[in-house]
């Protein structure tokens, strides 16, 4: 696919590469803000491929750190620039888009450093970017749907304690989501306490840079299993890499991904009844390395 105006929303930062599983299956997921070349959050919207929007990310927090939002080219949150995007992400949600913030990232300065550090950071991000007030929101007055938990670093403490205050602002009228993109190693080294709290929505375990759990060790359906009888999430992912050049490994043939993996993976207890009646797979393709790296937005029948 040649690389144009029309096209370059397809070249998107950081997207999971996701087939859903669950008893409510449906839907993709993206990572937006860190490439200028990926268009607009609303054109990625309009595209009507998306039911998850990832806004990546917000890199430094906790610890008395005041917390800054990154999305590389396409603002400066210094001077309020990114504010403009409330227009857009409401325009996400008025096309059924769940939008989430990503806190986190491969890179940032984010660190909880005890229960009431995690309690400061859930109320930052309520009135900063949830249902609560505050005079600076960083993305305008625009209500995000809910947090993603990107976390590759710093700490394996006290994720589970901001999850539980994050999810205490949730009411029957407004639902705060909660996401999270572990390692496939079981458990995931930062985030494994956090997912055994049974808080998370949406869980997009990424099979790659990760040899003993992808599918060149034979070992993926085996730590999938792991991962969706182990923890109660309400949605599983599966999460690939594009091509052979999007991540360092992990990289599943299409043939043998839709002859082996997938098959595999329907057999398990927790794959969805609606996937298992649908005749395409829906594989979003991402950008693993989000500072140099494209990927492309593919279909694979099954």
Known sequence: MASNPSSSILFLLSVILILVVGTNAGGIGIYWGQNGNEGTLAQTCATGKYAFVNIAFLPTFGSGQKPQINLAGHCDPTTNGCTR????????????????????????????????D???????????????QSSSRPLGA????????DIEGE?????????????QYSTQRKKVYLTAAPQCPFPDA????ALKTGLFDYVWVQFFNNAPCQYSSGDLVKYWNQWTTSIPATNFFLGLPASPN??????????????????????????????RQLS????????IDYRYRMARFLLFPT
């Open 85 to 116: 995007f409330s227009s857009e992400i409401q325009s996400c949600q008025s096309r059924e888009i769940k939008v989430m913030l990503s806190i986190g990232g491969a890179a940032g300065s984010y660190f909880l450093s005890s229960t009431d």
């Open 118 to 132: 995690a309690r400061e950071v859930a109320t930052y991000l309520w009135n900063n970017f949830l249902g609560g």
């Open 142 to 149: 625009a209500v995000l749907d809910g947090i993603d938990f």
């Open 155 to 167: 700490t394996t403490q006290h994720w589970d304690e901001l999850a539980t205050f994050l999810s």
């Open 190 to 193: 930062y985030m494994g306490a």
């Open 246 to 275: 999007a991540a360092g490994s992990g990289f599943i043939p299409a043939a043998d991904l839709t002859s082996k993996v997938l098959p595999a993976i329907k057999g398990g207890a927790k794959y969805g009844e609606k996937w």
């Open 280 to 287: 395409t797979v829906v594989l979003h393709l991402h950008l």
